[in-house]
């Protein structure tokens, strides 16, 4: 009975290496998607920021600052990558916007399965006048 034993895991000795070659793949796929979602939530909400302070700044009756504003509210690390327009004036009363954008790169998940990037995207609204 002994032997039988000794036999069995001999023989199973290396499944445990095959079933980790097979799995490793999926697993840094998957590790690689978790970790490219958080950047892509993270441009989300920076570029909502960002359009808030855009959009405090026409509202206030300062446009031309609207801008600088809102790339100062962009870590240094990400600011090329978004773009801000110039605002208008903004009579009392009435509804001002502003809208900030980027183009995301997949990094890690781009490297296993071939997505298209893509925009993100965010506008904010306030009353004029304050």
Partial sequence: MYRAEVKR???ESGAAAV???I??????IILGGII???RL???????????REGVRMVALGMPADAPTRAMASVPDS?????TFPSAGPCAAGAIATYAVSSEFTW??????????SPNVYAEAAMACGG
């Fill in 107 to 116: 990094i890690l998940l781009d490297a296993f399965v071939p997505l298209a």
């Fill in 9 to 11: 895991f001999e023989v």
């Fill in 36 to 38: 490219d979602v958080g």
């Fill in 78 to 82: 990400i600011e090329g990558q978004f």
């Fill in 19 to 21: 079933e980790f070659a």
């Fill in 41 to 51: 939530l993270y441009y989300d909400i920076t570029a909502s920021n960002a359009a």
């Fill in 23 to 28: 799995l490793l793949p999926i697993l840094i």
